[in-house]
């Protein structure tokens, strides 16, 4: 869910350890930055944990099968995204990156979804 995280885990809220209860045991868990870390899991979803060990991100990686709460999934055309979400604010309509409050959707050169990422909603 945008702004919110995958099914059984809650951005801001969750750890590594909820994550894993949800998610079943990471392909990886390696640091990301200063005192970031991201942790894989087998089903093309990769987390993103803040310094305090917080959910920050989830992002979907090539072979993710699921899909948002609203619709969105990998290989959903850009005009289908658009009637979803309706068209992103301040962006350009064929810009690589379509921004939302709580989630990032990606584009390929065919102009499908090619990844998604969840994060806090602003408000």
């Known amino acids: 869910e945008p702004g919110v995280g995958a099914p059984g885990v809650r951005i801001g809220e969750s750890t590594a350890d909820d994550l894993v209860r949800a998610l079943g045991a990471p392909l990886?868990?390696?640091?990301?930055g200063k005192d970031h870390r991201l942790l894989s899991f087998a089903r093309s979803?990769?987390?993103n944990?803040?310094?305090?060990?917080?959910?920050k991100t989830v992002i979907t990686r090539p072979g993710f099968a699921g899909?948002?709460?609203t619709g969105?999934?990998?290989g959903l055309v850009r005009a289908?995204?658009?009637e979803l979400l309706g068209?992103?604010?301040g962006a350009k309509a064929d810009a690589e990156v379509w921004a939302y409050d709580?989630?990032?959707?990606?584009?390929?050169?065919?102009?499908?979804?090619?990844?998604?990422?969840?994060?806090r909603r602003k408000g």
């Open 102 to 119: 709580g989630v990032q959707v990606s584009f390929d050169g065919f102009e499908r979804v090619s990844r998604i990422v969840l994060f």
């Open 87 to 89: 068209a992103p604010e």
């Open 49 to 55: 944990l803040d310094p305090a060990g917080k959910l």
């Open 67 to 69: 899909k948002t709460t």
């Open 45 to 47: 979803i990769t987390c």
């Open 80 to 82: 289908d995204v658009k």
């Open 28 to 32: 990886e868990d390696v640091p990301a």
């Open 72 to 74: 969105v999934a990998h």
